[in-house]
């Protein structure tokens, strides 16, 4: 069993920046972040691979979100810059035991609580 412990959201105003965390109990083959807007469906956003640090990113978030990996707080850190009203929802820190389609929350194996984003316009 992993857990998954997130923090960092909040409300912020468009143009600004928000990070958020997510710490794992447990080994995990890759991590990966996504968003819930109301009324939509769960949205790939972005995913790293563990060991490799390879990361994969939404098109929506390309160019201005940045994932990155503390092995020693085991640790995922989701750098969000140049925020816009669209990017708000409760972001879902996700964590995956072995390989598979990075963009699908089906391949994921556990899941954090979920943090609230808000942008403002």
């Known amino acids: 069993q992993v857990h998954l412990v997130e923090s960092g959201g909040g409300l912020v105003q468009a143009g600004g920046s928000l990070r958020l965390s997510c710490t794992t109990s447990g080994r995990t083959y890759a991590m990966g972040w996504f968003r819930q807007a109301p009324g939509k469906e769960r949205e790939f956003v972005v995913a790293i691979n563990w060991s490799l640090g390879s990361t994969y990113y939404g098109d929506s978030v390309k160019g201005r979100f940045t994932i990155s990996r503390d092995n020693a707080r085991s640790t995922v850190f989701l750098q969000m810059n140049n925020l816009k009203p669209e990017d708000t929802a409760v972001y879902y820190c996700?964590?995956?035991?072995?390989?598979?389609?990075?963009?699908?929350?089906?391949?994921?194996?556990?899941w954090g609580q979920g943090t609230q984003v808000t942008v403002s316009s």
């Open positions: 996700a964590a995956r035991l072995k390989p598979g389609p990075y963009n699908l929350p089906r391949s994921y194996d556990y």
